[in-house]
Every structure is written in structure tokens, then in C-alpha cells.
């Protein structure tokens, strides 16, 4: 019944969409006939479409439905029997089949009779004809609502003699239902108020069902850690956290008694609401939005970032009927059937197409030099001033915001610069032998004594200049090593767990050390001795022919066939590790999705000792499940993991030994983040490909603040 192939079926004409539902990245329809359609993220099968991400709706199947839900990586929806399927993600039992697993296609969950069913980030929860409840997935803070903190992988009951629900609503820690009585309900975490009872305590966990008050209502939405509710008069109240405005009452103030929404309308007709933004319907069909709008999911040019009111969405119709909001898109079917979303495009969650790229595309300008972090990157051009996009929930791009950026903005420092480094979050570039950092500070990656975060600008910072940084940085000066920051795993080599904002001494006799790298959570260095590595070490990243971890440097072992070998640089990733003399390069580390490009060790997860990678190589780069190398003929090459397309080989497929990206043999640099990669060419051209979910390319086309139509 749901098979790898595609049926067959006729072109249906544009304008006949009948139900949408969005998930974190995601979105699904039922059309007017009864089919289903996905689109979007498809990681873990949420789909039911067996392959990579789809840019346009694709069929699922070839039966007819009456309800879909999406959550955060799994989707459940209901046919036309009123059976209960379930796909995607199962980490949580959240698909309710009884096991923790996944499924790429729909699964049979019960054949009821169902009536609805909505779906949160790790939870699923339907009603039967009767109006029972039955919920399934995570449960750590009660969520499910059904008693207890266990998590469940089948639907769990919780009913109640003579009560029975109409609807139900649910986000990642609670969720709200409304009884056929008219009463509001909520249940999981009440942090900063979600659960909309001004009587439980802050941080309580209600793990069954507790009463809010005022009422009778008619319809709630979650969010991440807020609720709104529709009277039956048509008034709005929304309850918790309200950083972003999606409470709507105008300010950006928690609210914990229940506040009116706006000007506080009677007429509001319907609901949703997602992590941190909320839409709803009113009067005769207007659709208004409020809350965050960091990548455009507010369909409205006239607002920011932020919308604190609710906002009037105009264009492209006058009238709509539905409204689905996934964690950073929005979608809306206007009243002649036809589909409209907005917002958030990394994953295709639009339909609309434009979100894969999985060879080289161009960042406008002239560049010398460019540095990915793990969702961000920064470049200098050909006057020496820096430039960053993508992620800036640090602060990491130095513009004074902490707003993402799908094409390259200034940072806020003068230049010129003569050299640029960048950490997972965080950035720093140099200039007259001064250093200036900007970003996450809250392991003190910095290096300057404090853990102020996030550091919004540029700020000049005394000390040497670390050449790596991941959340953690490392120095050579005079022969001696210093490290700083992040040290959880051990990752300082200080002789402890204890993260430290002041360079710190390696906990070492050795004083003659010549290179350093640091990974995610280890780091290496060579010495006239030979390579040293410390900090986690369960994946083989330290070398030494073991998966023990270490707080202190541990000799690394030489390659097999080359014992007498002396490295002169390092390169590290997440959990893996390069070493190159001269053009020759040796790897070790994790392996499972054959980022050691070695054919030899393809089929082993984890390689302990540094083996050789064929080829000649005038420079590698790292990532967490992927590695690019520009060969000493200057062509270049990716090998790994490659879900996003970040081997650029046109590819979503992951290749265990390297690949070709295109002919150039022009390629003078390359560097990776946690899943894109960016490479600069001797003509000062940029190019980067992968992973642009929050706009960490540069060639915009990551998001969009106008409703584009989804055929």
C-alpha cells in the first residue's frame, strides 16, 4: 500500500487544498480528493516519502484522509476509515507502535474509530468518537498528561468517566485540551505560566490534566512555553512566556493571569500557534500573525523582528480559511482552496522550491579569506573588512543584533584586518596585534577573564592570537601552550572538568610545542616529540590506539608504515582528526558516515589510529560528519556525511571516500561548518553549498517575509 514507488495519479488543477498542518520543518495537506501531501524535511521519514527533503508537495500513498498533524520530525494523520497512521521519528514512541523506532512510511497505529489528532515535538495524542484521550511519546515533564513521567510508545488512555474532550493542542513540555463542556485543561511543565493557571506554582509539573480559568472557550494553541485560548465570545487570552509579543497584548512582558489579545476583539473565529509566534483568524476571514518574525514567518513587510500586536496579513487574499504554523514558516489556505506559506525555506517547507543546494552557488563580492562556525560564517573581502551570515542567536555575525542573516552583513568594527578566526559561536579577527571578539561568551571562549554573553560588537581584547577555536581556543607562544574555555570533556588538557575564561597552561612537561588544533570536544597538537591529544576520546579521537578519554595530553600513535613522521599542521572536526606532512595527511576519529575518507576503514564507525588518506593535500577542513581537502592540483574534494548537500558533488549521498566538486583546479581555500561548506577560489570568488536552513550560505533564498503560493 506504501510502496517506493509514486502512483500514478492525475494532475489536479490549482486551488483545491483543504487542510494543512506544519510541523518543526515540514508541512503537509489533504487536498479536496482526499490526498495526501508532504513536503519539506524528511531526516527521519516525516515525509512517509522514502529519500531525501522535497521542495513541492509530493503525494503520500495513494489512499484518502480526513486529518493530518504535524509534529517535530514525525507527522499522524487519519483516513478516511478513521484508522490512525503514524511516520517519521519514533525516538520517543512518539509514533505510538509500541517500539522506539522510526518509520519511513505511514505505520498502522490503531484502527479506532478516530476522530482528530494532533502532534507535537516528541508527542502524539488523538480522540476517539467517543471524545476519550489517548496521547503516546515523551513524557519527562508530563506532557502527556496521562499520570506519571514516563515516556509511553503506545497510545495511553486517560479517561474519565462522564468527561470527554473536543479538541487538543500540543508543543515540546505541555499541552492544552478543551472538554465538550466548553472548560480549558492543561498539563506537562508550567514554566513562566504556560499551563494558564495563575495558582500553580512557576515551575510546577501537572502531570494529569489541571483546570484554567474563565472560559467557556472554544479553541487553544501552544507554544513552546505559552497558551492561547478563544472564548466562545470571540475574545483572545494567551497566558506565559512572552520574550518575542506572541501573547499579542502589545508588550513583550510575561504574562501569567491571562492577558487580551490586540484590542481585545470578539471576533476571532480560529487559532495556532507555534514555538514562539501565534496566527489567528477574525471577522470575515482576515488572517492576523504576532510574535517573533526573525525569518519572515509573519507574512507582513510592515513589521521587524518582533510583533508584539497583532499584525493584518493583506496579500495576496482577503479571505482564509485555515492557518498551520510550523517552528519558523507559516501557512494559510484562502477561501478559493488555494495554499500560501511563508517564512522559513532552508528545508523546502515552503513548496515553493529554491531550498536545495547541493552544488557551489556564489556569495556576491570579492574575498580573500572565509571562516565557517558551526551555522554561521564570516569572510574578509578584498579591502580587508569582515562580513558574516547565518545564525546569530549569539550574536556571532557582530552587527549588533542577534537577528539571523541570509546574505552577509558588516560586522561593527573597523578595518582592515589581517586575519580572521572563527569558533562554533563566536568570532574574532585581528589587527595591529590586537585581537577583537565578538559572540558567545559563555564558556569563555573569549579568553579575556569574564563570561559576559553574548558580546553583540567587536571588542578589543589584550592576548595571543589563537590560529583554532571551537567553544574552546588554544595557543603556542614561546613553545608553551595555553587553552581557554569550554572543558567539560576535558578538552583544556588542565588537568580537570572546570571550564576557565583566562588562557590556562597545558598540564604538560612539553615545551617545545609547534601546531595546534582544536576539535568540538578534544584537541591535538604536535610537539619535536611527536602529536599529543586530550579531551574526549570515545569516538578514537585522540589517536592513541584506544577510546579513552583524557584531561591531560596523551601521546598520539604514528601511522601505520610511518613511524618516524613529524606533522606540520593539524586539522580537527566534531570527533575527528587530520594531520598533514606536507601533502601527505593521516586520519583517525569517528568514521560513521565515512568522513575519514579512507576506503580501507569505510565500514568502521570509529578509527583510533591515524591512517593515511590517500592523495596529495594542500589543505583539509573538518565538520562534524563531513570533510573537504583541496588537493595540491587544486581541485577539490568532499567526503562524509551529505544529507544537506554539503559535499557539493550535486548529491544528497554520502560518499565514504572523497568526491570530485566540479573541475576547477582553481581552489585556494575551503572551510566546513557543522553542516554547509564555503570555498574561495584564486579569482577572490566565493562559493558555498549545503545546509541553509538559517541562512549560513549567503546567497539569501533561506527565507521569506511574502506567501508564495504551494502547488
Given at each position: 500500500m506504501f510502496g517506493l514507488e509514486r502512483p500514478e495519479t492525475p494532475q489536479l488543477p490549482p486551488g483545491?487544498?483543504?487542510?494543512?498542518?506544519?510541523?518543526?520543518?515540514?508541512?503537509?495537506?489533504?487536498?479536496?480528493?482526499?490526498?495526501?501531501?508532504?513536503?519539506?524535511?524528511?531526516?527521519?521519514?516525516?515525509?512517509?516519502?522514502?529519500?531525501?527533503?522535497?521542495?513541492?508537495?509530493?503525494?503520500?500513498?495513494?489512499?484518502?484522509?480526513?486529518?493530518?498533524?504535524?509534529?517535530?520530525?514525525?507527522?499522524?494523520?487519519?483516513?478516511?476509515?478513521?484508522?490512525?497512521?503514524?511516520?517519521?521519528?519514533?525516538?520517543?514512541?512518539?509514533?505510538?507502535?509500541?517500539?522506539?523506532?522510526?518509520?519511513?512510511?505511514?505505520?498502522?497505529?490503531?484502527?479506532?474509530?478516530?476522530?482528530?489528532?494532533?502532534?507535537?515535538?516528541?508527542?502524539?495524542?488523538?480522540?476517539?468518537?467517543?471524545?476519550?484521550?489517548?496521547?503516546?511519546?515523551?513524557?519527562?515533564?508530563?506532557?502527556?498528561?496521562?499520570?506519571?513521567?514516563?515516556?509511553?510508545?503506545?497510545?495511553?488512555?486517560?479517561?474519565?468517566?462522564?468527561?470527554?474532550?473536543?479538541?487538543?493542542?500540543?508543543?515540546?513540555?505541555h499541552g492544552c485540551g478543551i472538554k465538550q463542556d466548553d472548560s480549558l485543561w492543561c498539563w506537562g511543565s508550567n514554566h513562566r505560566g504556560a499551563l494558564a493557571d495563575p495558582n500553580a506554582a512557576p515551575e510546577a509539573i501537572r502531570e494529569i490534566p489541571s483546570p484554567a480559568d474563565g472560559g467557556?472557550?472554544?479553541?487553544?494553541?501552544?507554544?513552546?512555553?505559552f497558551t492561547c485560548a478563544r472564548r466562545l465570545d470571540g475574545h483572545l487570552t494567551c497566558w506565559g512566556t512572552n520574550t518575542y509579543g506572541a501573547l499579542g497584548d502589545g508588550t513583550t512582558s510575561d504574562n501569567t493571569l491571562g492577558g487580551v489579545v490586540g484590542n481585545d476583539a470578539s471576533d476571532w473565529t480560529a487559532l495556532a500557534a507555534s514555538e514562539e509566534?501565534?496566527?489567528?483568524?477574525?471577522?470575515?476571514?482576515?488572517?492576523?500573525?504576532?510574535?517573533?518574525?526573525?525569518?519572515?514567518?509573519?507574512?507582513?513587510?510592515?513589521?521587524?523582528?518582533?510583533?508584539?500586536?497583532?499584525?493584518?496579513?493583506?496579500?495576496?487574499?482577503?479571505?482564509?480559511?485555515?492557518?498551520?504554523?510550523?517552528?519558523?514558516?507559516?501557512?494559510?489556505?484562502?477561501?478559493?482552496?488555494?495554499?500560501?506559506?511563508?517564512?522559513?525555506?532552508?528545508?523546502?517547507?515552503?513548496?515553493?522550491?529554491?531550498?536545495?543546494?547541493?552544488?557551489?552557488?556564489q556569495v556576491p563580492g570579492t574575498w580573500h579569506a572565509v571562516r565557517a562556525g558551526r551555522s554561521f560564517t564570516c569572510a574578509l573581502d578584498d579591502v580587508d573588512a569582515v562580513w558574516c551570515w547565518g545564525d546569530n542567536a549569539q550574536a556571532q555575525l557582530g552587527d549588533v543584533s542577534r537577528l539571523p542573516r541570509q546574505e552577509p552583513v558588516t560586522v561593527h568594527a573597523a578595518g582592515p584586518w589581517d586575519a580572521l578566526v572563527v569558533g562554533s559561536f563566536h568570532a574574532c579577527v585581528r589587527k595591529a596585534g590586537i585581537r577583537w571578539c565578538w559572540g558567545d561568551n559563555e564558556q569563555g571562549e573569549l579568553g579575556d577573564g569574564d563570561y559576559t554573553s553574548p558580546i553583540y560588537r567587536p571588542r578589543p581584547i589584550n592576548g595571543l592570537w589563537a590560529e583554532s577555536a571551537a567553544q574552546h581556543a588554544c595557543v603556542i607562544d614561546s613553545g608553551e601552550l595555553s587553552c581557554w574555555g569550554y572543558n567539560d570533556h576535558g578538552e583544556l588538557g588542565i588537568g580537570n572538568y572546570t571550564k576557565t575564561a583566562n588562557p590556562t597552561l597545558v598540564q604538560t612537561m612539553i615545551t617545545?610545542?609547534?601546531?595546534?588544533?582544536?576539535?568540538?570536544?578534544?584537541?591535538?597538537?604536535?610537539?619535536?616529540?611527536?602529536?599529543?591529544?586530550?579531551?574526549?576520546?570515545?569516538?578514537?579521537?585522540?589517536?592513541?590506539?584506544?577510546?579513552?578519554?583524557?584531561?591531560t595530553p596523551v601521546a598520539s600513535l604514528p601511522p601505520v608504515g610511518a613511524p618516524g613522521v613529524l606533522y606540520d599542521r593539524l586539522v580537527m572536526g566534531t570527533r575527528h582528526g587530520?594531520?598533514?606532512?606536507?601533502?601527505?595527511a593521516y586520519c583517525w576519529g569517528a568514521n560513521g558516515d565515512g568522513q575519514l575518507g579512507i576506503a580501507a576503514v569505510s565500514q568502521a564507525g570509529r578509527v583510533p589510529i591515524p591512517t593515511l588518506l590517500p592523495g596529495a593535500w594542500a589543505t583539509l577542513a573538518l565538520a562534524s560528519h563531513h570533510t573537504c581537502g583541496i588537493h595540491s592540483d587544486g581541485s577539490l574534494a568532499c567526503w562524509g556525511g551529505n544529507a544537506y548537500g554539503e559535499l557539493g558533488d550535486g548529491t544528497a549521498i554520502g560518499q565514504v571516500v572523497p568526491v570530485a566538486v566540479g573541475t576547477d583546479t582553481t581552489w585556494k581555500e575551503v572551510t566546513t561548518g557543522e553542516n554547509h561548506t564555503c570555498a574561495l577560489k584564486a579569482d577572490g570568488s566565493l562559493w558555498c553549498w549545503g545546509d541553509n536552513r538559517v541562512g549560513q550560505l549567503g546567497i539569501g533564498a533561506a527565507w521569506q517575509q511574502v506567501l508564495d503560493r504551494a502547488e
Open positions: 483545491d487544498w483543504a487542510v494543512v498542518a506544519a510541523g518543526s520543518e515540514h508541512t503537509c495537506g489533504i487536498r479536496l480528493d482526499g490526498t495526501l501531501w508532504c513536503w519539506g524535511e524528511n531526516r527521519d521519514g516525516q515525509l512517509g516519502i522514502v529519500g531525501g527533503n522535497r521542495e513541492r508537495p509530493e503525494q503520500v500513498g495513494a489512499d484518502r484522509w480526513i486529518a493530518v498533524a504535524g509534529g517535530g520530525d514525525h507527522t499522524c494523520a487519519i483516513r478516511e476509515d478513521r484508522s490512525l497512521w503514524c511516520w517519521g521519528s519514533g525516538a520517543y514512541g512518539q509514533l505510538g507502535l509500541g517500539l522506539v523506532q522510526s518509520a519511513l512510511t505511514p505505520m498502522r497505529v490503531s484502527a479506532g474509530p478516530w476522530q482528530a489528532v494532533v502532534a507535537g515535538i516528541h508527542t502524539t495524542c488523538a480522540l476517539d468518537v467517543a471524545g476519550d484521550r489517548w496521547c503516546t511519546g515523551a513524557n519527562n515533564v508530563g506532557q502527556l498528561g496521562v499520570g506519571g513521567t514516563s515516556d509511553a510508545a503506545v497510545m495511553t488512555p486517560l479517561i474519565e468517566p462522564g468527561v470527554k474532550w473536543r479538541s487538543i493542542a500540543l508543543e515540546r513540555f467557556p472557550y472554544g479553541d487553544v494553541a501552544v507554544g513552546l512555553w509566534f501565534t496566527c489567528g483568524i477574525h471577522g470575515e476571514g482576515e488572517l492576523a500573525c504576532w510574535g517573533a518574525n526573525q525569518y519572515g514567518q509573519i507574512p507582513s513587510a510592515a513589521i521587524g523582528a518582533v510583533s508584539s500586536s497583532p499584525v493584518e496579513i493583506v496579500a495576496p487574499a482577503e479571505r482564509w480559511t485555515a492557518v498551520a504554523l510550523g517552528a519558523r514558516h507559516s501557512c494559510a489556505i484562502d477561501d478559493a482552496h488555494r495554499l500560501w506559506c511563508a517564512g522559513s525555506n532552508g528545508s523546502g517547507q515552503l513548496g515553493i522550491g529554491g531550498a536545495v543546494h547541493l552544488a557551489p552557488e617545545s610545542w609547534r601546531t595546534v588544533a582544536v576539535g568540538a570536544t578534544h584537541t591535538c597538537a604536535v610537539a619535536a616529540t611527536g602529536m599529543y591529544c586530550w579531551g574526549e576520546g570515545n569516538e578514537g579521537s585522540i589517536g592513541d590506539g584506544m577510546f579513552n578519554s583524557s584531561t587530520c594531520a598533514l606532512a606536507g601533502t601527505t
